[in-house]
């Protein structure tokens, strides 16, 4: 059963970071692109990070390039998401995504506030 499992949200004045992570189990993750995505209520949940297996190629939303960074450890079956230069904008619950034979994985998420 694939199960991953979001940590690291929390609240974050305007201008810093965060470092979210998400570990992934049941699955052969060293062989699987992985993305981030958040959601804000009453919106529909956007994409923000695409990495793949090996991590030699990452993609990002403009709302977010050059601010964000994903990166993985395969050996730790774990993808992350560096958040820089945070901005109340950027408030919303953070899920990480697995894609397995067409078939969707979402974790619970963790929300991440910016705020002052």
């Known amino acids: 059963q694939v199960q991953l499992v979001e940590s690291g949200g929390g609240l974050v004045q305007p201008g810093g970071s965060l470092r979210l992570s998400c570990a992934a189990s049941?699955?052969?993750?060293?062989?699987?692109?992985m993305r981030w995505y958040r959601q804000v209520v009453g919106k529909e949940r956007e994409w923000v990070a695409y990495i793949t297996s090996t991590g030699g190629t990452t993609t990002y939303a403009g709302s977010v390039k050059g601010r964000f960074t994903i990166s993985r450890d395969n050996a730790k079956n774990t993808v992350y998401l560096q958040m820089n230069s945070l901005t109340p904008e950027d408030t919303a619950v953070y899920y990480c995504?697995?894609?397995?034979?067409?078939?969707?994985?979402w974790g619970k998420g963790t929300l991440v506030t910016v705020s002052s």
């Open positions: 049941g699955v052969t993750f060293s062989s699987l692109g």
């Open positions: 995504n697995a894609n397995v034979y067409d078939m969707n994985y």
